[in-house]
């Protein structure tokens, strides 16, 4: 029999707490779902940010979050899509732009890019 989870999300864009119970070997999101809590998702792959939570305490399985930098992941974040949890969580949801400026606003802050430089430096 598959260990099951209680999975404690705080929703900050909705300013709403769920617990749900997530088998082992299911993601997280989908399970939210099906006991009618809604979460932002997008591409539903781990290729995007829209999903991200910010994991506070428990741990979490997430071979396939592609979207997320191997920094962002050991600072505690996490793509429900495509999470599987490993104990009891708690998470809260995040601002897809926070978390996209965290991963790649260093590349993006210089301006934009002409002919290999950025403008303020021709």
Do not use: W
């Amino acid at each position: 029999m598959t260990q099951t989870y209680q999975i404690k999300i705080y929703d900050r864009q909705k300013n709403l707490h769920y617990t749900v119970q997530v088998p082992a070997d299911r993601y997280v999101l989908m399970s939210a779902e099906a006991q009618a809590v809604e979460l932002p998702f997008s591409c539903r792959n781990g290729a995007c940010t829209t999903c991200a939570v910010r994991v506070l305490s428990g741990e979490i399985a997430q071979p396939e979050a592609v979207g997320l930098s191997p920094k962002l992941r050991a600072d505690g974040y996490a793509l429900l899509c495509v999470s599987y949890p490993c104990s009891n969580l708690e998470v809260e949801t995040q601002d897809e732009d926070e978390v996209y400026e965290l991963q790649f606003g260093r590349h993006f802050g210089r301006g934009r890019v002409r002919a290999g430089l950025p403008l303020d430096e021709e």
